[in-house]
């Protein structure tokens, strides 16, 4: 599973949105989550930024309610019934110190959901994917960050 195996990659992560109108809109936020670079960087820093997870759903999905919304990361729920949710910083931190990560968002306006799997985004992607490819020329940084957003997605 390229999630799994990704290069450099050190967290396995599971998005799982439910609540949602329909599959494609599950899938379409879940997707969304997945491939935003400052939600991927967050997880290999083992922060428990659910700005980051919001501020991607947002940009995807504009019109949602955010009264509705629910955001759990790594067990620990961080955003409901329209605000933040004050939780142990250092609990937080441990549990974001785990090989795999689930983040569960309920959108909290109906029945369908999805699934997809993505990884982190650590150093050691980068300097694996910032040098000489294997055809000798210097990978571009558009090109790059395209690439790794590799998804595997299921309903």
């Known amino acids: 599973m390229i999630a799994r195996d ?3 990659a050190t967290k396995f992560v ?7 109108i329909s599959w ?3 899938r379409h936020i879940a997707r969304a989550i997945a491939n935003y670079d400052l939600v991927k960087t967050s997880l290999f820093g ?27 990361c ?3 729920t961080a955003w409901s019934d329209g605000e933040p949710v004050s939780f142990d910083e250092a609990r937080a931190k441990s549990a974001m110190q785990a090989d795999e990560i689930l983040i569960d968002v309920d959108l909290g ?4 959901q999805a699934t ?21 020329t210097t990978v571009d940084t558009d090109r790059m960050c395209m690439e790794r957003r590799w998804t595997v997605v299921s309903g």
Do not use: F
């Open 14 to 20: 599971e998005i799982r949105v439910s609540g949602a």
């Open 74 to 76: 790594a067990g620990i």
């Open 116 to 136: 997809v799997w993505t990884c982190d985004l650590s150093y050691d992607y980068i300097k694996e994917n910032a040098g000489p490819d294997v055809y000798g």
């Open 109 to 112: 306006i109906g029945d369908s």
């Open 46 to 72: 083992e922060d428990l930024n659910w700005g980051r997870i919001a501020a991607a759903m947002g940009a995807a999905t504009p019109e949602l309610d955010p009264n509705k919304v629910t955001i759990t």
């Open 24 to 26: 494609e809109q599950a």
């Open 6 to 8: 990704g290069e450099g």
